[in-house]
């Protein structure tokens, strides 16, 4: 059974307990560590040890942060001194572990996280670190590096700069989405379909995400903030009706298939493929 606050309070008055934060405390005379104040930070704010916090745990860093860092949601309410909390929605379940005894965000997302903290060189030996000791892996660090990233998301930039070099294959497309998408399609031992592919269609000149030309399959992605406004949707469905009467096949596949589905993506195009090819 707990203890009121009455009994509470007369262990910190009578100096046998340190009040660290509301609601954690330790024995008084028993030394500080980093990771003990991480705990006590993680449990006052109801949060999870992130960024430089959790890098460090998991030996991606060598020293703790000077302000250990902690994400937690928007709705939590925190206010600590020498804490740095991140606001977020996008904290998924998957993206969680512990690590002795902490709640923590993954090496993958860690490592993702990290660009808006860190240099290009100091997140490419974190990330190569993580992959040394097999903490994540290059395709898991894209993949969510892909479903994170929008607009205005800090350090996007970096991070992508550091996975480029990972695999090149990141660099050329003009989509990240396009770039998901394309990599399904080569996991699955799919054809190689061009990019960007040139159609002219009744005077009017379109540009396809992938395409299988000889085949006339077209297939698009549709990402979170796809065509925006009422023109542009309406355009885009004569574009589709244009590139369907000139005997195109077009598939059309969104994020969240994307990401979620990937062999589901794969199975589509392959059986396009194969009508196509009758």
């Known amino acids: 059974m707990g203890m009121s606050p009455h009994q509470i309070d007369r262990r910190v008055r009578a100096g046998r307990w340190e009040r660290l934060r509301p609601g954690i405390y330790r024995i008084t005379g028993v030394p500080r560590t980093d990771h003990g104040d991480l705990l006590g930070a993680v449990l006052a704010v109801g949060g999870t040890a992130s960024h ?19 994400t937690a949601d928007r709705r939590a309410s925190a206010r600590r001194h020498r804490l740095r909390v991140h606001r977020t929605d996008d904290l998924a379940s998957s993206d969680r572990c512990t690590v002795d005894g902490i709640a923590a965000t993954n090496a993958t997302r860690t490592c993702v996280d990290l660009g808006a903290m860190l240099t290009r060189t100091e997140l490419e030996h974190a990330v190569h670190r993580a992959l040394h000791l097999r903490l994540t892996h290059v395709d898991r660090l894209i993949r969510r590096f892909l479903q994170l ?71 698009e992605s549709d990402g979170f903030a796809f065509h925006g406004d009422r023109s542009a949707f309406e355009s885009d469905r004569e574009r589709q009706n244009l590139l369907v009467l000139a005997g195109w096949t077009v598939l059309r596949f969104t994020w969240r298939q994307i990401c979620s589905q990937p062999a589901w993506v794969a199975e589509q195009v392959r059986r396009a493929i194969a009508r196509a090819a009758t």
């Open 52 to 70: 430089r916090s959790a890098a460090w745990l998991a030996g991606l860093v060598d020293d703790p942060p000077g302000v250990h860092e902690i």
């Open 149 to 219: 990233a929008r607009p205005g998301r800090t350090g996007c930039r970096t991070t992508r700069a550091v996975l480029v070099r990972l695999d090149p294959a990141l660099a050329p497309a003009e989509s990240d989405l396009e770039t998901l998408l394309l990599k399904v399609l080569h996991e699955h031992g799919l054809p190689e379909p061009a990019r960007q592919h040139r159609v002219t269609v009744d005077g009017r000149t379109f540009r396809i995400d992938l395409a299988y030309p000889a085949l006339r399959l077209a297939i």
